[in-house]
Nanobody, 112 residues
Framework: QVQLVESGGGLVQPGGSLRLSCAAS????????MSWYRQAPGNERELVAV????????YYADSVKGRFTISRDNAKNTMYLQRNSLKPEDTAGYYC?????WGQGTQVTVSS
């Protein structure tokens, strides 16, 4: 059974940084591409970033390109999302996804 658990959310000031983690279990993590999504209140869930199995290829939404970095540690079955230069519009629930499964999400609020 695929299990994904996000952590690292919280309140951060504009311009600040925060790293999210996604701990995975129940499937062959190192053989799976992984993704981060986010969903703000009243909005549809949107794709933020994608990483391939070895971490050698990544994709970013235009809205986060240059500010967010997706990475993974296959030895720890964990994926990360380093977010810098945060803006109020980055406020959302952040979700990791793999094998058509989702985590429960972690809330990030960017506000002064």
């Amino acid at each position: 059974q695929v299990q994904l658990v996000e952590s690292g959310g919280g309140l951060v000031q504009p311009g600040g940084s925060l790293r999210l983690s996604c701990a995975a279990s129940g499937f062959a993590f190192r053989s799976s591409g992984m993704s981060w999504y986010r969903q703000a209140p009243g909005n549809e869930r949107e794709l933020v970033a994608v990483i391939n199995t070895f971490g050698s290829s990544t994709y970013y939404a235009d809205s986060v390109k240059g500010r967010f970095t997706i990475s993974r540690d296959n030895a720890k079955n964990t994926m990360y999302l380093q977010r810098n230069s945060l803006k109020p519009e980055d406020t959302a629930g952040y979700y990791c996804s793999a094998r058509e499964a989702w985590g429960q999400g972690t809330q990030v609020t960017v506000s002064s």
